[in-house]
């Protein structure tokens, strides 16, 4: 799973992307909120067990959403996420 973040987004957080797509694709089809300038990608590893629920980014913040994303109802160590990679 990969989590994309920046600005007021944090490396940690409760949405992830099921895979990695160029930056201006997530911005749109995960219908990332305005403070999040998705500057930084980090790859998750979400451990065997936590809850989650899958679903589909619903159009919201003028983006057309669409792409699958996962919401954690389990709080997963701040260790399973990577330290982040530049997305440009």
Same mark, same amino acid.
């Given at each position: 799973m990969y989590r994309y973040w920046g600005g007021k987004s944090a490396r940690i957080g409760a949405w992830l992307s099921c895979?990695? /797509? #160029?930056?201006? $694709?997530?911005?749109l089809g995960l219908s990332l909120p305005p403070g999040n /300038? $998705?500057?930084f990608v980090s790859a998750v590893t979400v451990p065997a067990g936590t809850r989650v629920q899958r679903g589909t980014a619903a159009p919201l913040f003028?983006? #057309?959403g669409g792409f699958p994303q996962v919401l954690l109802l389990d709080r997963i160590p701040s260790a399973n996420f990577s330290s982040g990679e530049p997305t440009v």
């Open positions: 895979g990695y /797509t #160029p930056v201006h $694709a997530a911005r /300038t $998705a500057e003028g983006q #057309p």
